[in-house]
């Protein structure tokens, strides 16, 4: 168990909605980075926050946005669902405000757009 | 072409076998040199990571990073069945970028 938790676990929504999801770090995690995961694309690199902080951004579509809470969970919203977005979605933490490379992962969250 | 390559597999081998993995990159700024493994269906989690050039050995696994040619290897000895999963490298300089992963089977 690597202490970040993912809600909900899988997620069935219809093209063109919105669905929210939720992390919440290793206790003493300051960073929450947010993975895509799918077959064809690997894991890709969604954005970071630092303690409430957008620190970096990769791959990450107009149509999903992040925050982190002054409790440090995040969320990652994503709207306008299309049928590509179906993927497993992870959160990972780490302790440094630069891209840490010891990151702890969650279980992730498996969403299906039908 | 990517910035990291690595064969997505599968790799199936027998049990008690030397297991090589490897990545190839093409960007001389990477420093930090890192290994996951990730089973099916979970997150992935750090194996070994090693800084700049050099060896670096855990117990049956070794990470090797060679920076003249722009090669990293991970070698597993005594392969065991609970070895099954996939193996993602990744490199840092100011971000993370992460190999594809080979999907890796120990057959009993």
């Known amino acids: 168990d690597s202490g970040v938790t993912q809600t909900p676990k899988h997620l069935i929504t219809a093209t063109g909605q919105r669905v929210t999801l939720r992390c919440s770090p290793r206790?003493?995690?300051?960073?929450v980075y947010w993975y895509q995961q799918s077959l064809d694309q690997g894991l890709q690199f969604l954005i970071q926050?630092?303690?409430?902080?957008?620190?970096a951004k990769g791959n990450i579509l107009e149509r999903f946005s992040a925050q982190q809470f002054p409790d440090l969970h995040s969320e990652l919203n994503l709207s306008s669902l299309e049928l590509g977005d179906s993927a497993l979605y992870f959160c990972a933490s780490s302790v440094e405000s630069e891209i840490g490379y010891e990151q702890y992962f969650g279980p992730g969250t498996r969403l299906t757009v039908t | 072409q990517k910035e990291v390559e690595q064969d997505p597999g599968p790799l199936s081998v027998p049990e008690g076998a030397i297991v090589s993995l490897n990545c190839t990159y093409s960007?001389?700024?990477?420093?930090?040199f890192m290994w996951y493994r990730q089973y099916s269906r979970k997150g992935p989690e750090l194996l070994m990571y090693t800084y700049s050039s050099g060896n670096k050995e855990d117990g049956r696994f070794t990470a090797q990073v060679d920076k003249s040619s722009k090669y990293i290897s991970l070698f597993i000895r005594d392969s065991q069945p609970s070895d099954s999963a996939t193996y993602l490298c990744?490199?840092?300089?100011?971000?993370?970028?992460w190999g594809a992963g080979t999907k890796l089977i120990i057959k009993p």
């Open positions: 960007n001389s700024a990477f420093q930090y």
């Open positions: 206790s003493g995690d300051l960073s």
């Open positions: 990744a490199m840092r300089n100011y971000q993370l970028i």
């Open positions: 926050y630092y303690n409430g902080e957008e620190r």
